[in-house]
Nanobody, 124 residues
Framework: QVHLVESGGGLVQTGDSLRLSCTATGRSIDTNLMGWFRQAPGKERESVAAIDWRDTTSYLDSVTGRFTISRDNFKSTLYLQINSLKPEDTAVYYC??????????????????WGQGTQVTVSS
């Protein structure tokens, strides 16, 4: 069983950048599909980025160009670089792990477990 812990969130201003981290423990995630989700107040959770074992990535259209997902398998850590933050990016951000050898894809049905989340708040 893999345990995921996110960090790096905080209160920032419009236009700032943040790098979120997600550290996995319990087993290797080198060959797993990994992803980032977010849930804003009063809204459903949405899948924003995914990365597979080949480092192929997939992004939600509305974040393409501002969000970058990456992974460091030696550190068992997943990252989400967020640039040019906007107030609408305010949400709890979650990382998630999916099956092994699965191509990058967005959507909750591709993932098996999530971390506890880290809050990102963007002030205008």
């Amino acid at each position: 069983q893999v345990h995921l812990v996110e960090s790096g969130g905080g209160l920032v201003q419009t236009g700032d950048s943040l790098r979120l981290s997600c550290t996995a423990t319990g087993r290797s995630i080198d060959t797993n599909l990994m992803g980032w989700f977010r849930q804003a107040p009063g809204k459903e959770r949405e899948s924003v980025a995914a990365i597979d074992w080949r480092d192929t990535t997939s992004y939600l259209d509305s974040v393409t160009g501002r969000f970058t997902i990456s992974r460091d398998n030696f550190k068992s850590t997943l990252y989400l670089q967020i640039n040019s933050l906007k107030p609408e990016d305010t949400a709890v951000y979650y990382c998630a792990v999916g099956p092994q050898w699965t191509p990058a894809a967005l959507g909750s049905n591709f993932f098996e477990s999530w971390g506890q989340g880290t809050q990102v708040t963007v002030s205008s």
